[in-house]
């Protein structure tokens, strides 16, 4: 094919590295283990005792699959018992899981706007916002990113019946964090709504609460917050929280909701879990943080371009793709994964590092370790 040729030659071509291991600091791939850089288990929670334990209960009380979609029998007490524990954690009326935060963000902004109404969204949101934006029969405004001055140039000058802000609270290649006070200010002079993606700031920011904690925020019903259960809680899926009449709007339109089975128990289970041990204990929060401290420092100490990072996804930002596929290659020749982040994921390429809580000082040594030595 010639459209595959062409990939490869730009150096652009993706391939699949699965694990025969666990999620975790440590992987196994094709027999050699690895210290992983690469995850989004922040906080170590997919290889937890208890989370293991909340999904085999699950799984052994009901089942494999759902069996069908949430309205026609897939789902269970347990869906009913984790929409409850999120929404009292996010202190909002309500909450609905979703299958991923993919099929969230590709069901919900469609249900929420329509022809009349007009989004302005950041320029780095995530593929699925931009993909839910384009299901939207909405009219799209794009702002440059985190810039509140080009926001409020654009929206008010619209016309629309609804105006709806949509951002990432954490960037997911950049790391950095949406200015969420600016942008709520914006929103109420204007009469917007606000929608922020919190897959990465879910279990990370806010005492794990998210964004609008973290920037001392109490949710409001003309704000919208999503967030995954797949990244920092371990686990799969996502949950949409806000008023009672969102959920029960988006229960009766959004597609992605509507016509997919429901998530297996097994995977609620899980989900259950690990809500319930951030809750009560923030103690791998902190750890994730001292670890994010420790490397970003180190980092920035030896010279290193992490960009504006603010979390614990610190981008190393290449030159060229050539020089990101050979640190890449070279840092996995000394048992670290670390893969490459090349266009059209994102404009420069970079190799996106994420330090979670089950990192050890070591793991976190050998890493600058292994950079120190590589010529670039
Ligand atoms: N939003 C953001 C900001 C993300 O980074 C991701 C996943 N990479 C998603 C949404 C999609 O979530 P999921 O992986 O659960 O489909």
């Given at each position: 094919m010639k459209e595959l040729k062409t990939l490869k030659e730009k150096g652009l071509l993706r391939d699949i590295k699965d694990r025969e291991s666990s999620q975790g600091k440590a992987?196994?791939?094709?027999?050699?283990?690895?210290?992983?850089?690469?995850?989004?288990?922040?906080?170590?929670?997919s290889s937890h005792p208890k989370v293991i334990e909340g999904a085999k209960k699950a799984f052994e009380r009901f089942g494999g699959g759902g069996g069908a979609s949430r309205l026609l029998s897939g789902g269970t007490v347990l869906h009913e018992e984790l929409e409850s524990l999120i929404a009292d954690f996010k202190g909002t009326e309500k909450a609905l899981i979703f299958n991923s935060g993919?099929?969230?963000?590709?069901?919900?902004?469609?249900?929420?706007?329509?022809?009349?109404?007009?989004?302005?969204?950041?320029?780095?949101?995530?593929?699925?916002?931009?993909?839910?934006c384009k299901l939207s029969r909405a009219k799209k405004y794009i702002y440059r990113h985190k810039d509140t001055e080009h926001l409020k140039e654009l929206i008010k000058d619209v016309k629309a019946e609804k105006k709806i802000v949509i951002t990432d609270g954490v960037f997911s290649m950049d790391g950095?964090?949406?200015?969420?006070?600016?942008?709520?200010?914006?929103?109420?002079d204007e009469g917007a709504m606000l929608y922020i993606d919190d897959a990465h700031a879910t279990g990370v920011?806010?005492?794990?609460?998210?964004?609008?904690?973290?920037?001392?925020?109490?949710?409001?019903?003309?704000?919208i917050q999503m967030g995954t259960l797949s990244k920092a809680l371990g686990s799969f899926g996502a949950f949409v929280a806000g008023s009672c009449d969102l959920i029960e709007w988006l229960i009766n339109t959004s597609r992605s909701f509507i016509f997919s089975t429901s998530l297996p128990p097994s995977v609620i289970g899980a989900s259950i879990e690990a809500i319930k041990i951030i809750k009560k204990d923030i103690s791998l929060i902190d750890n994730l943080w001292a670890n994010r401290n420790k490397l970003a420092q180190a980092l920035n100490e030896s010279g290193f371009n992490t960009g504006k990072t603010e979390t614990p996804i610190i981008p190393m930002m290449m030159k060229d793709i050539e020089?990101?596929?050979?640190?890449?290659?070279?840092?996995?020749?000394?048992?670290?994964?670390?893969?490459?982040?090349?266009?059209?994921?994102?404009?420069?390429?970079?190799?996106?590092?994420?330090?979670?809580?089950?990192?050890?000082?070591?793991?976190?040594?050998?890493?600058?370790?292994?950079?120190?030595?590589?010529?670039?």
């Open positions: 992987i196994i791939i094709k027999g050699r283990e690895y210290i992983n850089f690469a995850s989004n288990d922040y906080l170590g929670l993919y099929s969230l963000n590709t069901g919900v902004i469609p249900s929420i706007s329509n022809e009349s109404d007009a989004i302005f969204s950041d320029e780095l949101n995530h593929a699925s916002i931009i993909d839910g950095d964090i949406a200015p969420i006070k600016d942008i709520c200010r914006l929103c109420k920011l806010g005492r794990g609460k998210g964004t609008l904690e973290h920037f001392g925020i109490k949710p409001e019903p003309w704000i020089s990101t596929i050979k640190l890449s290659s070279e840092l996995m020749q000394k048992g670290i994964y670390a893969p490459s982040i090349r266009p059209p994921t994102v404009k420069t390429p970079r190799i996106r590092l994420t330090v979670t809580a089950s990192h050890t000082d070591e793991d976190i040594e050998i890493l600058l370790r292994a950079l120190k030595d590589f010529t670039f």
